[in-house]
């Protein structure tokens, strides 16, 4: 899985202050970062020789102006009309920067995806205005950046936001979105009580899942267990099955192995669903299902801790 750097966790400033590093990384040792406040359409600004920006084989010269546009939205994108605004309306700034000789390229950073054919237009209206340069940097290009330089998000301690394991979500996506056009629109099958497996009070003790958070379990995702169960157990399904059981062995796995681990299984919970989530477009409206078949991994014992079988009641 490649790996992901959630900029839309940080703030502004940090955002801000993530551009700033990875200017210092490519533009030189030269960059000038702007206190927070009226910028009067600079963030940040470098004069001289570029070190490696656009490539160390062809740098850049001259005037730079570095502009910061974070969100914290992320399906963000450029193409979103107000990011169109919001550049439309740096407009008048950068006219003036040019006719006072201070500016001559445009660096405009951003944690929004980036469509081709949008960036171009949008390039191609800065450069109107009288640049000799104009660049958007999106989403993909600082996660090459960071992704080939690390130590730059480490070093502002940003690694803080990273998600504390990383599992293959695709497979689980599959089996979701197969069990919502299975089930859409039909209502649960039975109440779950049927379902007899280890002692949860035992195991949501040695787990430290908490009795709000079982209560949630026990009352709002239990109904859907025999359907969840009859689903996986049909042959037709027998595909989603095994990529259910991957799933579930991968996430066992890496609970156990995790350091440090995880205070208790309401956080183990909830970051994995937000894993499985997050910027994933396929489960739109399918995320409350993602909650399901993770307590239904936790109540058949596929994930977490559990108490001597022979204990069961």
């Known amino acids: 899985m490649h790996r992901t750097f959630p900029t839309h966790d940080l703030s502004d400033d940090e955002f801000e202050t993530l551009v700033a590093a990875i200017c210092y990384h490519v533009l030189g040792t030269g960059i000038i970062v702007f206190a927070t406040g009226p910028d009067g359409g600079r963030d940040g600004l470098f004069t001289g020789t570029a070190s490696k920006f656009p490539s160390p084989a062809a740098p850049l010269a001259g005037k730079f102006i570095v502009q910061a546009k974070h969100t914290q939205n992320p399906a963000g994108s450029c193409a979103d009309a107000i990011f169109g605004r919001i550049l439309v309306g740096e407009h008048s700034k950068i006219a003036k920067l040019i006719a006072t000789g201070e500016l001559e390229h445009y660096l405009v950073f951003t944690n929004r995806k980036k469509p081709a054919n949008d960036a171009i237009t949008k390039e191609q209206a800065l450069l109107a205005l009288g640049l000799t340069s104009a660049h958007l940097l999106g989403a993909e290009q600082l996660r090459l950046w960071l992704t080939l330089h690390p130590e730059i998000w480490s070093k502002l301690g940003f690694d803080r936001f990273d998600a504390p394991l990383r599992i293959q979500v695709d497979d689980l996506t599959s089996v979701i979105t197969a069990f919502h056009q299975t089930v859409s629109g039909t209502p649960p099958i039975g109440d779950g009580t049927d379902l007899t497996y280890v002692s949860k009070p035992k195991k949501n003790k040695i787990n430290k899942l908490s009795d709000s958070y079982w209560e ?21 399904n027998i595909d989603f099955r095994e990529m259910y059981e991957d799933t579930a062995d991968e996430i066992r796995r890496k609970l156990i192995t995790k350091s440090p681990p995880f205070e208790s299984f309401d956080d183990a ?12 477009p396929s489960l739109n409206k399918r995320r409350r299902y993602a909650s399901l078949f993770l307590h239904y991994m936790y109540y058949t014992c596929d994930i977490g801790q559990h108490a001597n079988p022979l204990e069961a009641s």
Request: charged share 25%; proline share 6%.
């Open 216 to 236: 949630e379990i026990r009352t709002r995702s239990l109904p859907y267990f025999r359907t969840i169960e009859d689903f996986l157990k049909n042959p037709r």
């Open 269 to 280: 919970l909830t970051s994995i669903i937000d894993l499985v989530t997050t910027n994933n």
